[in-house]
T-cell receptor, first 112, second 114 residues
Framework: KQEVTQIPAALSVPEGENLVLNCSFTDSAIYNLQWFRQDPGKGLTSLLLIQSSQREQTSGRLNASLDKSSGRSTLYIAASQPGDSATYLCAVRPGSASKIIFGSGTRLSIRP | KAGVTQTPRYLIKTRGQQVTLSCSPISGHRSVSWYQQTPGQGLQFLFEYFSETQRNKGNFPGRFSGRQFSNSRSEMNVSTLELGDSALYLC?????????????FGPGTRLTVT
């Protein structure tokens, strides 16, 4: 049974720092992995989608990597800004027709 | 292209009542999924529909049901509401078969049961 874990649950860093958020999954047989951000009381915004055959994806200051053999994905945020403060969730789709499994998220706070 | 829309955005109901939530996917998306989000349980998968057929189902009681129409719009219904059903209900659509099945979420419906 696939399980997705995100550690730490909360993280606070000063503005301008580069940071890494972690996501681990127990079964390496995945179809894709998606990173989202969620602002309080809002829906989820898709950040990056990594297919099983890919090692990383980049969008602006964000870079997500995928290492299936170790069951890990990381989201790298460069030059963090207060506007990056949100909860970041990773989600794994085990198969093309499978339901998505979410991690519990990392609540990120960027201090001005 | 318009995003995923959910109606209503906020809802207050009394225990024992029933409620219907609506989701309109992004144009061209044929897959719609529903999630319940609470502070204690996080994001929990309810069900997924594709071409009017339920493709996956989460571990929720039979009081939770859904359906999808031929235009891909979806509704979910919760009968005999309980206090524990208070949550943010999120809908997501996906271009099944294209774009790697990336999910796009709506703003959610905040349901409060009193």
């Amino acid at each position: 049974k696939q399980e997705v874990t995100q550690i730490p649950a909360a993280l606070s860093v000063p503005e301008g720092e580069n940071l890494v958020l972690n996501c681990s999954f127990t079964d390496s047989a995945i179809y894709n992995l998606q990173w989202f951000r969620q602002d309080p009381g809002k829906g989820l915004t898709s950040l990056l989608l990594i297919q099983s055959s890919q090692r990383e994806q980049t969008s602006g200051r964000l870079n997500a990597s995928l290492d299936k053999s170790s069951g890990r994905s990381t989201l790298y945020i460069a030059a963090s800004q207060p506007g990056d403060s949100a909860t970041y969730l990773c989600a794994v789709r085990p198969g093309s027709a499978s339901k998505i499994i979410f991690g519990s998220g990392t609540r990120l706070s960027i201090r001005p | 292209k318009a995003g995923v829309t959910q109606t209503p955005r906020y809802l207050i109901k009394t225990r024992g009542q029933q409620v219907t939530l609506s989701c309109s996917p992004i144009s061209g998306h044929r897959s719609v999924s529903w999630y319940q989000q609470t502070p204690g349980q996080g994001l929990q998968f309810l069900f997924e529909y594709f071409s009017e057929t339920q493709r996956n189902k989460g571990n929720f009681p039979g009081r939770f049901s859904g359906r999808q129409f031929s235009n891909s719009r979806s509704e979910m219904n919760v009968s005999t509401l309980e206090l524990g059903d208070s949550a943010l209900y999120l809908c997501a659509s996906s271009p099944y078969g294209q774009g790697g099945y990336e999910q796009y979420f709506g703003p959610g419906t905040r349901l409060t049961v009193t």
